[in-house]
């Protein structure tokens, strides 16, 4: 079995754990996260997730003592290999759809050749076909707007 497949296989089994144990279990409280939007035109880099949850925005998790800016600017890196090259923070919102988190949104342009990652692809879909499978914790940006 190719080692992407198994990067993927072990992404799933990691993701859909964390998720179920802290959606029952949130010990830490409400988790710091952030979002890239990435456009090209009239389509937004969006990540096909190896989990089977569907579309999410480039983003992730922040460390502790990370700062929002620089959480964004690995996430980005790390889904999508491309490298920020300027960035402007547009605005702060809370979710509790599947866990509790607070979600830093960034606009951000970006350079270098995408690749995907054990996290998923990287596509670029306009926003009507991200309102089908965005995750429901993204989809208040979505919002924003249109």
């Not at 992404?11 to 010990?27: E, G, K, V």
């Not at 999410?56 to 999508?80: C, D, H, I, N, Y």
């Not at 606009?107 to 965005?134: F, N, T, Y």
Request: proline share 6%; glycine share 6%; hydrophobic share 40%.
């Amino acid at each position: 079995m190719p080692l992407q497949t198994l990067s993927r296989q072990a992404f799933w089994l990691l993701s859909r754990s964390a998720i179920a144990i802290y959606s029952r279990l949130p010990i830490f409280g409400a988790l710091n996260g952030v979002v890239a939007l990435i456009r090209y035109n009239d389509s937004f880099l969006a990540i096909e997730r190896s989990d089977g949850r569907g579309l999410s925005f480039p983003g992730g998790l922040q460390f502790p003592r990370e700062s929002a800016e620089k959480a964004m600017v690995r996430e980005v890196r790390e889904e999508t290999g491309l490298e920020v090259t300027r960035f402007s923070f547009r605005y702060r919102y809370y979710s509790s759809v599947e866990y509790p988190l607070n979600i830093c949104v960034f606009d951000a342009e970006v350079a270098g050749h995408l690749r995907s990652s054990w996290e998923g692809a990287p596509c670029w879909l306009p926003i009507s076909e991200l309102k089908q499978r965005l995750l429901p914790s993204q989809r208040p940006i979505l919002d924003e707007l249109t």
